[in-house]
């Protein structure tokens, strides 16, 4: 009984502390909707042409570019007329008044730079992954609590058009529990470059079960994000080195370099109230085209989602559909399509928008810390089990 009551007094602290910050959030994003969000990126990689436009769409100003490499970072600035750059962040963040920190690096960055950020009292939006694993994700939340700042992940495909009118109608009840999911995205040709950063697991912490995380956060979401109860996988890394299987895009060949991650993972994942996820991810198969589709079932209805491209890496050829399936009264089968939107960018500018506009109090955020630390401890799940070979256990 005295542990019962121990347990619900605790909940009781913890929400009120989040209350606490969520109400110093609100009264600083007051006073940032009155004057222009400015903005600093650290890094000057492609995302860029993703993050600035969404940025300026929402009113927000984009300061200044921090670059390790100096040549990169006054290019960036040059293309998107931004006026200034540095050599780091905590050069940026002396040089600089901003409001928050977009975080564009290798992942083994991700962590120290969002902590350093939020400590100096900025926001941070922040590529995917989350950071390299569940541990630097939980710090990461801690660091955003403790500051109260807000942090948002780029988890883009939430903010691809069909993806939030499904999470609507899942949200409505009509779909009942949503039971069983398949998450994939498959590639033929899609390795990211050879012996760079997204092949080197020291810099990226894996291979695409975590560079292509999208489908397996946008799965949980639809799901509601239960909490796991255990994990069965396995990776492969079959046509790892092979250089038939490069993507036409990412970090260009290092004859010097490493590729000791993953080139595909399957994994089964189980839930405490019942439902279950399958996820497999790759980046060199034998299949026909590359595909990102998410197709859940409820117990009342299915629903799929799916991105099917022509060539690997090429969104303007890719073909998207977005389907409700039920059945009518008489057991006729009742197909349509949920939205007929197409977002070729796969939802990377909304989900910019999407921080500036949390900032301002316009909207509310499309991603959450804790439930990225979920994810990652899924994530860790997998690659443990796929390691020693048994079910790990959360």
């Known amino acids: 009984m005295l542990v019962a009551k121990n347990a619900k007094h605790a909940k009781r602290e913890t929400i009120i502390k989040r209350e606490t910050i969520m109400k110093k959030i609100r009264v600083q994003q007051g006073s940032v909707a009155m004057k222009k969000i400015r903005i600093g990126i650290v ?21 200044a570019i921090a670059d390790t490499n100096p040549a990169a970072a006054s290019a960036c600035a040059k293309k998107w007329g931004v006026g200034r750059v540095y050599p780091s962040l905590s050069a940026m963040l002396a040089g600089e008044e901003l409001d928050a ?41 801690k660091a955003a609590e403790k500051a109260g700042r807000r942090l948002l992940f780029n988890f883009c495909n939430r903010a691809r058009p069909e993806c939030e009118a499904l999470k609507k ?12 999911v398949d998450a994939m995205w498959m590639r033929r040709t899609g390795i990211p470059g050879f012996g760079g ?3 080197t697991k020291s810099l990226s912490g894996g291979g695409p079960l975590i560079d ?18 255990h994990v069965l996988a396995r990776t492969f890394g079959d046509f790892i080195r092979d250089r038939r299987f490069r993507g036409p895009w990412g970090i260009p060949v290092r004859e010097d370099g490493t590729c000791d991650v993953e080139a595909a993972a399957r994994a089964f994942v189980t839930f405490k109230d019942g439902s279950c996820l399958a996820v497999h991810n790759s980046w060199a198969e034998m299949i026909k085209r590359e595909e990102m589709s998410v197709v859940l079932q409820g117990t009342k209805e299915g629903a ?19 389907e409700l399936y039920t059945m009518t009264a008489r057991g006729a089968r009742k197909d349509r399509p949920l939205t007929a939107r197409r977002d070729e960018a796969m939802g990377r500018i909304r989900s910019a928008v999407n921080f ?27 690659y443990a089990s796929s390691r020693t070979g048994r079910p790990v256990a959360l």
């Open 101 to 141: 920190v977009s975080v564009i690096t290798p992942n083994r960055f991700h962590a120290p730079l969002a902590i350093e950020a939020l400590k100096a009292g900025k926001h941070v939006f922040c590529e995917k992954p989350p950071a390299m694993n569940a541990r630097e994700t939980l710090a990461m939340a």
């Open 356 to 382: 500036v506009r949390t900032l301002q109090g316009r909207e509310d955020p499309l991603s959450d810390p804790q439930e990225a630390v979920k994810l990652m401890k899924i994530v860790d799940a997998i």
């Open 197 to 199: 950063w997204f092949t």
């Open 212 to 229: 292509l995380l999208h489908s397996v956060d946008l799965a949980l979401w639809f799901m509601g994000y239960p909490e796991p109860a």
């Open 304 to 322: 799929a989602i799916r991105r099917v491209f022509g060539r690997d890496g090429d969104d303007s050829t890719a073909v998207d559909t977005c």
């Open 43 to 63: 890094g000057a990689g492609g995302m860029t042409a993703y993050h600035i436009p969404g940025f300026r769409k929402a009113g927000a100003v984009v300061s």
């Open 169 to 180: 109608e899942i949200d409505s009840g009509r779909f009942g529990k949503v039971n069983s």
